[in-house]
């Protein structure tokens, strides 16, 4: 068996590598096919500057991506140069309106011909709210005049005649994928099999002798003696990678197109077009929770229970997450995850998400149903019967992924009082600004206005789509498994898992119960506890476990030796003010 184990890491590394190394095996040649396919009419602009890229074939990726930024800028400069009203214009306005300022004065600022009436129209769309406005200070109405004028390069101009950031980002990933060419664009589907089938069969068999080593149960061999379990080097390399995956995921796709390319035969198989980003991360991701699931299976197959919540998951993964969303795109539908739930899914109410449901429609609206439902009956319901395991531990991906390819490292996470301060502050903060967030968003979908106290609501999505959505729940929530444990994000950040919480701390029949006279302190409950909770603690002094952070996965109970701890619903009465376990007998605390 052991000569299997290392065969087949060995085949998991070759793979690895091979995926690894594909990234430098490339070369870039910008054509006019390319432009055509990618920017359309905006190809004679974008050639005015990026004329030289054309037809030059780049060996690096890395300086393919920076001639491509480089152009852009310059095609924005040149059009807010010829489109922006100039500082002089500017002062020719303030000297033309005294007092009070008159959308008339456009006509004696901007002569005619296409770039005046450009100017005029834009200026009115943007700053024709200072029409009659009165401006004792001159200084005050320069500075509106300004502010204007910058609004109209930095949201106008850069749209309609130039590229504006977000196209920009999209742009650079689309047209470095087209442009790509080598041994993996020629062969996706032999690099498929070298990488990807090649590291199932390696993990495969690593992973399947695992149940030849000796009687079920869980056994502490080493587990904080291990580099890969104790934040040891591999431990360290292995989240550094991730971490350097999610970055580059979800802010510079442009440098991971070979990967994607890849993927394009599933992709194609299962939707009719070729693979994005985001595809290769839903097919990555479902990968790693089929194929941990398998080790998580081997690991606690003593425990039915954990043997169908990890089925579970794997299931709503692979058909709900991945599979079924795809087939909706293949049949013209929309993209829609039946299992995910706001405030997790934070764009369910973003106006192009509301519009396509809408105008899908009875299966959009249908779908728009189905996730308000969600929200408002679902959460408090199965919450009430299940407790917030119903949701974290047995259907949500992130649950899904934390609890297979992250188990190795559920005993990184902090047990302090001080991480669980940190805990309740910062998830609660999340949920908030995704109250927040999601108020102003749908303020701008009812009135159209994008402004709200001085704050653009659309910038306020973008933060938190960036720190929130990318930030912390990809790069810190993943990245972070073998540094902190395997359930930073459920833990510290999902706003989700706080809404479910606070449903479950004061409303639901659920509750993990102790036999105190039974514990033998052996620590096994805490160590093994992904959520940071010193489950011992409670154990020793035979009191329920009602923390609203509990995922109720039930290991806790998986890993003791007495069978002290079990997962229960109840009726609700008897979850708070349990007696404090003092030797054989229970002694009340008076509040």
Same mark, same amino acid.
């Given at each position: 068996m052991k000569t299997i184990k290392i065969a087949g890491l060995a085949l998991f590394l070759l793979g690895f590598g091979i995926f690894l190394g594909s990234f430098f095996t490339a070369s870039y040649q910008l054509t006019t096919k390319v432009l055509d396919d990618q920017i359309g009419d905006k190809k004679e602009v974008f050639l005015s500057s990026g004329q030289d890229m054309v037809g030059h074939v780049y060996s690096s990726n890395f300086s393919f991506v920076r001639d491509l930024d480089k152009t852009f800028r310059q095609v924005n400069q040149q059009q807010i140069q010829v489109y922006g009203i100039s500082d002089d214009e500017v002062d020719q306005l303030a000297n033309a309106n005294k007092g009070t300022f008159e959308l008339a004065s456009l006509e004696k600022v901007f002569k005619e011909g296409e770039v005046a009436d450009y100017k005029k129209r834009t200026f009115k769309d943007y700053g024709g709210w200072l029409d009659g406005r009165e401006f004792t200070n001159p200084g005050d109405l320069r500075s509106q005049l300004n502010n204007v004028v910058d609004n109209i390069k930095k949201y106008q101009i850069v749209n309609e005649k130039g590229? !504006?950031?977000?196209?920009?980002?999209? /742009?650079?990933?689309?047209?470095?994928?087209?442009?790509?060419?080598? #041994? $993996?664009? !020629?062969?996706? @589907? %032999? &690099? &498929?099999?070298?990488?990807?089938?090649?590291?199932?069969? @390696?993990?495969? %068999?690593?992973? /399947? #002798?695992? *149940?030849? !080593?000796?009687?079920?149960?869980?056994?502490?061999?080493?587990?904080?003696?291990?580099? %890969?379990?104790? $934040? @040891?080097?591999? @431990?360290?390399?292995?989240?550094? &990678?991730?971490?350097?995956?999610? *970055?580059? /995921?979800? &802010?510079?796709?442009?440098?991971?197109?070979?990967?994607?390319?890849? +993927?394009? #035969? +599933?992709? *194609?198989?299962?939707?009719?077009?070729e693979a994005g980003r985001f595809f290769l991360y839903g097919f990555i991701y479902t990968l790693c929770i089929l194929v941990m699931g398998v080790r998580m299976i081997i690991k606690y197959r003593h425990s039915k229970y954990q043997i169908a919540r990890t089925f579970s998951v794997m299931f709503f993964q692979t058909a709900f997450a991945f599979l079924l969303p795809e087939i909706l795109l293949r049949l013209n539908k929309p993209y829609f995850d039946f299992k995910n739930i706001w405030p997790l899914d934070y764009d369910f109410f973003f106006d192009n998400e509301l519009s396509t449901l809408i105008e899908s429609g009875g299966l959009g609206i249908f779908m728009l149903g189905w996730g308000i439902a969600l929200i408002i009956i679902g959460v408090p319901v199965f919450v009430y019967f299940f407790g917030k395991r119903w949701y974290c531990s047995w259907v949500c991906g992130c649950g899904g992924l934390a609890e297979t390819l992250g188990d190795p490292y559920r005993q990184l996470s902090d047990k302090s009082l001080k991480a669980w301060q940190v805990e309740r502050w910062l998830i609660h903060a999340v949920l908030g600004f995704a109250i927040v967030m999601t108020a102003a968003v749908l303020y701008t979908y009812w009135t159209g206005n994008s402004q709200i106290l001085g704050m653009s609501s659309y910038d306020v999505r973008s933060v938190y789509g960036a720190w929130i959505g990318a930030g912390f729940a990809g790069v810190v929530g993943t990245g972070f498994y073998p540094l902190m444990g395997n359930r930073v994000w459920c833990r510290f950040g999902c706003p989700l898992a706080a809404y479910l919480g606070l449903v479950q701390r004061f409303k639901s029949r659920f509750r993990i119960t102790t036999n105190g006279g039974q514990c033998i302190s052996c620590g096994n409950c805490s160590t093994y506890c992904e959520m940071g909770i010193d489950v011992r603690w409670y154990a020793q002094r035979g009191q329920n476990i009602i923390r609203s952070s509990c995922v109720g996965c039930g290991v806790c109970s998986s890993v003791c030796p007495r069978g002290v701890l079990n997962l229960e619903v109840k009726d609700e009465e008897g979850r708070f003010g349990q007696p404090i376990l003092l030797g054989n007998d229970g002694v009340k605390l008076n509040a």
């Open positions: 590229f !504006d950031k977000y196209k920009i980002k999209d /742009l650079k990933y689309s047209i470095t994928k087209e442009a790509s060419t080598g #041994p $993996v664009s !020629d062969s996706p @589907g %032999m &690099f &498929f099999f070298l990488t990807y089938i090649v590291c199932i069969i @390696g993990a495969m %068999m690593y992973i /399947l #002798p695992k *149940i030849q !080593d000796g009687p079920p149960g869980i056994k502490n061999n080493g587990l904080f003696h291990r580099a %890969m379990t104790n $934040v @040891g080097w591999l @431990g360290i390399l292995t989240g550094s &990678f991730l971490i350097i995956f999610y *970055i580059i /995921l979800y &802010f510079y796709p442009e440098y991971m197109t070979n990967w994607i390319i890849m +993927v394009d #035969p +599933v992709s *194609i198989f299962l939707k009719g077009s």
